[in-house]
C-alpha cells in the first residue's frame, strides 16, 4: 500500500492537507496526527475500510 502527498495549503491556524492512497484498505484505516513541542494531545480518526471502498465504487471521472 502507498500514502502519497497529493497538495496542499496552510494559513495561519489551519492545515489542509490531500492524500492518495493506493490500494484502498479493506480494513479500517485510522489517520494520526501528533504535533510535539505544540501543547496539543495526539488526534486520531478512525475511517471505515467499507465506507472507503463504497465511495470509490460510486466515484466517477470528472475530466478524461
Do not use: M
Not at 5 to 24: H, K, N, V, Y
Not at 40 to 63: C, F, K, N
Amino acid at each position: 500500500p502507498g500514502l502519497e502527498l497529493e497538495g496542499g495549503r496552510a494559513s495561519e491556524t489551519r492545515l489542509d492537507l490531500q492524500f492518495w492512497l493506493t490500494p484502498l484498505p479493506a480494513a479500517d484505516l485510522a489517520c494520526v496526527v501528533d504535533l510535539p513541542g505544540h501543547g496539543l494531545p495526539d488526534a486520531q480518526l478512525l475511517i471505515s475500510g467499507g465506507a472507503l471502498l463504497e465511495g470509490s465504487r460510486r466515484a466517477e471521472p470528472v475530466w478524461s
